[in-house]
T-cell receptor, first 116, second 112 residues
């Protein structure tokens, strides 16, 4: 089975440009998560969706960031306008919540974003 | 104070050595606990869940101490391929469902 798919894998852009990151979760998973990872702050949860509905976006750093999940197989994270401090690896993860305590999140390979 | 704290390391150990990592968490309401492994420039992957009674998976042993709010990971007979960053993860219940809180990771380098 295909895992979580993210695109692009690498993105280099100039400050002020719009950046769109894409994610396809594992089929059948009902939770989707967007994370950002930097050396300084580690892995931070930005937002997560359940059944395509945003549940908690308290981790979104500011209004320049937005995320959508128009259907069960696709999500986007958009940064507009981008700034150099947005440079990080952005991971998408999905899981299938069964109500237990051992649910695993499966991560995509990440998008390495560099804003010049 | 961060929810999950780990010693960043790096831990440099020779092949065959035993190494242990600890992790502390701040919220006593935490429900479940995990260790994830992240290789350089790769995504995190679940290594093992941590159960109250402690659990073992081959060379890896995880322990949970709820009273002291810490989690440990023991790696015996370490291999070169164990070199990676180990992330301590704590699941916190919330009104919106649940949220995994990740530590910043402990770096392990196993040398020949």
């Amino acid at each position: 089975d295909a895992g979580v798919i993210q695109s692009p894998r690498h993105e280099v852009t100039e400050m002020g440009q719009e950046v769109t990151l894409r994610c396809k979760p594992i089929s059948g998973h009902d939770y989707l998560f967007w994370y950002r990872q930097t050396m300084m702050r580690g892995l931070e949860l930005l937002i997560y969706f359940n059944n395509n509905v945003p549940i908690d976006d308290s981790g979104m750093p500011e209004d320049r960031f937005s995320a959508k999940m128009p259907n069960a197989s696709f999500s986007t994270l958009k940064i507009q306008p981008s700034e150099p401090r947005d440079s990080a690896v952005y991971f998408c993860a999905s899981s299938n919540w069964t109500g237990g305590f051992t649910d695993t999140q499966y991560f995509g390979p990440g998008t390495r974003l560099t804003v010049l | 104070r961060k929810e999950v704290e780990q010693d960043p390391g790096p831990f440099n150990v020779p092949e065959g050595a035993t190494v242990a990592f600890n992790c502390t968490y701040s919220n006593s309401a935490s429900q479940s606990f995990f260790w994830y492994r992240q290789d350089c420039r790769k995504e995190p992957k679940l290594l093992m869940s941590v159960y109250s009674s402690g659990n073992e998976d081959g060379r890896f042993t995880a322990q949970l101490n709820r009273a002291s709010q810490y989690i440990s990971l023991l790696i015996r007979d370490s291999k070169l391929s164990d070199s990676a960053t180990y992330l301590c993860v704590v699941n916190l219940p919330s009104n919106s469902g649940y949220a995994l809180n990740f530590g910043k990771g402990t770096s392990l380098l196993v040398t020949p």
